[in-house]
């Protein structure tokens, strides 16, 4: 967004937090940025305000925003399918219209009373159209099937810093197991580094041979023959591109317990609450070991109807995710709401 011109108030990494106990600590921190945005937001004239997810912290802003009647057009829907489902009706309240981009989340939020616009989920816009999804599947496919072939295994350990303490030695050690086992053939890894994680610093904690690339997933993908996933929108993309893959999970023991307390979902893996089916193996906590990840990668090299399961699974996957044109499409609507909102329709 700043690339693109925007005029930033508040840089969003000095909120970005994951867990529960996590984000008690960086309440005071988070409180008085929330203070300083309203501020702004009521000294300013602002004609349409456009939280995009991130509920726990937009939620406030929200509501402030709907009572100076600034008319709010919430983009990505909060996951109340999931977890907190109470939450709906006072969500309700604080905005004028919900983007959804998940496809069972339109009727979802349509039965509890909400406006709601169906975008198509964003990735769409480089995975679907044009994207060479069956070209790609062909060249991965010629890759696993023959051992001579050298295998390219991404690594995608997440952005957060929780989420690097807790999966980095994992990724490590099911990497160092991968290699071990496979004594005749050339493995190259491809570690992703998202926006704002030090190369460096990630290629010390890795710290066995592999490329570490800071390029988006669209251009990493392609390369790959598998992967292992960290949990959230990358496992999705990961899925839509049709990259072979484990899920992986892990947190701290009392973020890990009070999520089974409040989770409505069988899953957690975006892809397979989309499709309610086991579309990739989910590892949890414990069960989020070298050993079992390893074992579950060489599955995939050794099961060629597993594979082609899967890719018929990722095929549908895209087919429910929608359309490119997401951002287009939900820009004409924001611009239509104020104009309603202006109109008093």
């Known amino acids: 967004m700043k690339a693109a011109g925007v005029d930033l108030i508040q840089e969003y990494d000095e909120v970005s937090v994951m867990g529960f106990s996590e984000a008690i600590g960086a309440l005071p921190k988070i409180l008085k940025i929330r203070k300083n945005l309203v501020q702004f937001m009521e000294s300013e004239k602002i004609d349409l305000f456009i939280p995009i997810d991130f509920p726990g912290f937009n939620g406030g802003l929200a509501g402030k925003a709907h009572q100076a009647k600034i008319p709010v057009f919430w983009l990505v829907a909060p996951q109340h399918w999931a977890w907190g489902s109470w939450r709906t009706s006072g969500f309700k309240k604080r905005i004028s219209r919900l983007g959804t981009i998940l496809p069972f989340e339109e009727k979802y939020f349509q039965s509890r009373g909400l406006d709601v616009y169906p975008m198509g989920h964003p990735l769409m816009e480089d995975y679907g159209g044009d994207f060479s999804f069956e070209k790609q599947v062909s060249n991965r496919e010629k890759n696993l099937s023959h051992r001579s072939l050298p295998l390219t295994v991404g690594i995608f350990p997440g952005s957060r810093k929780q989420e690097l303490q807790h999966l980095l030695p994992v990724f490590k050690v099911t990497c160092q197991a991968l290699i071990g086992h496979l004594v005749d053939r050339e493995v190259k890894f491809i570690v992703s580094a998202a926006p704002g994680v030090d190369p460096i610093e990630l290629s010390e904690k890795f710290s066995i ?101 899967f890719y018929k699974g990722a095929r549908k996957l895209r087919n429910q995710c929608g359309k490119p044109g997401v951002w287009e499409r939900t820009a004409r609507t924001a611009f239509e709401l104020m104009g309603e909102e202006k109109s008093g329709v």
């Open 209 to 309: 041979p592999a490329d570490i690339v800071q390029a988006p997933l669209l251009d990493i993908l392609p390369k790959l023959d598998m992967a292992l996933v960290c949990s959230g929108t990358a496992s999705l993309e990961v899925a839509l591109a049709g990259v072979p893959h484990e899920l992986v999970y892990k947190t701290g023991s009392f973020n890990h317990w009070l999520g089974k307390m409040l989770l409505q979902s069988d899953h957690i893996g975006l892809s397979n609450i989309i499709l309610k089916d086991d579309l990739v193996r989910e590892h949890l906590q414990a069960d989020a070991a070298p050993m079992p990840l390893a074992r579950d990668l060489l599955r995939w090299m050794a099961r060629p109807a597993e594979r082609e399961k």
